[in-house]
């Protein structure tokens, strides 16, 4: 009598993991699965400090607004200033009382050889050697120096022109108090106590 094959064994059967969506059980009211709740670690969370806005100020100009013929005039003063010889007094070398090269006289006596222009003599100060006319005045960059001594004088300059000269007069507290304005409203100041790194 034959013998019948062996019936193979079952493999137990493995359970199927669950599919998100089944393993979110859905909310009553919406069909929409509801959201997991995170772990706390005991802390409250602040809602974060957002900074302060500052308030808006104009920057000063480092530069007027100035004309295309005042600016070439500009140059040629920067020019003249290179070419200008030093003018020195009559016997400056001889007496320091008489000053090296801050003062200046004008030679009037009757044999002096500089104020009939010897050649061995010193330069006499003369208009040709001056600056033209509309430049008499400005700052090397072209400002025109106004003295302030109040906040209400400050707030009269023309930012775009002219630049605020702050006098020796005004004290320590004051002299602040008037850059703080200048500063708000864009002007130039050109002895300040408080050097502004963007404006330097």
Not at 118 to 135: D, E, L, N
């Amino acid at each position: 009598m034959a013998e019948s094959p062996p019936e193979p064994k079952a493999e137990p059967a493995v359970p199927e993991a669950p599919s998100p969506e089944a393993a979110e059980p859905a909310t009553k009211e919406t069909g929409e699965s509801a959201p997991t709740p995170k772990k706390s670690d005991g802390r409250e969370r602040k809602a974060p400090r957002r900074p302060a806005r500052k308030a808006a100020k104009l920057k000063a100009p480092r530069r007027p607004t100035l004309d295309p013929a005042l600016r070439r005039l500009l140059t040629i003063r920067r020019q003249g200033v290179r070419r200008r010889p030093k003018f020195v007094r009559t016997a400056s070398h001889r007496y320091w009382r008489i000053g090296r090269w801050e003062s200046w006289r004008k030679p009037k006596g009757q044999q002096s050889k500089q104020r009939r222009h010897y050649g061995y003599r010193p330069t006499i100060v003369s208009i040709g050697f001056g600056s033209p006319r509309r430049t008499r005045g400005l700052t090397p960059s072209g400002f025109r120096p106004c003295l302030v001594r109040t906040p209400a004088e400050v707030d009269r300059l023309d930012a775009a022109r002219e630049a605020a000269l702050i006098a020796r007069t005004v004290g320590t507290r004051q002299r602040l108090v008037l850059e703080e304005r200048a500063r708000e409203r864009g002007v130039h100041v050109l002895n300040p106590l408080l050097h502004d790194r963007e404006e330097t």
